[in-house]
């Protein structure tokens, strides 16, 4: 991952970097399980070369006229933005 890091910061500063090549997608999954599985299906189909899996995110959403609560399990997927749409 630091090399990576390097790699970009190289990129910004001997111009090469170009904007909006890399994009970080943001999933809610409802529990753990599903998390692992919906991160494993997207790395095996190289959508992906990394997925961090952040537990017990909390939300408040509107839900049919009534703020409504939920735990849920968030997934940081970082990714070609050339990937992101119909592949995922």
């Known amino acids: 991952m630091l090399r990576t890091l ?3 910061l190289l990129s910004v ?3 090469s970097y170009v904007s909006g090549t890399y994009s970080i997608v943001f999933v ?3 529990n753990e399980q599903i998390a692992r599985d919906i991160a494993r299906a997207i790395l095996d189909k190289k959508l992906t070369a990394s ?7 909390y939300s408040l959403y509107y839900w049919n006229g009534e703020i409504e609560e939920a ?4 997934l940081l997927i970082k990714t070609k933005t050339s ?3 119909a592949s995922f």
């Open 28 to 30: 809610n999954c409802p």
């Open 71 to 74: 735990t849920e399990i968030l």
């Open 51 to 57: 997925v961090n899996i952040l537990p017990k995110a």
């Open 83 to 85: 990937k992101v749409g």
């Open 6 to 8: 390097s790699q970009q």
């Open 13 to 15: 500063v001997t111009g």
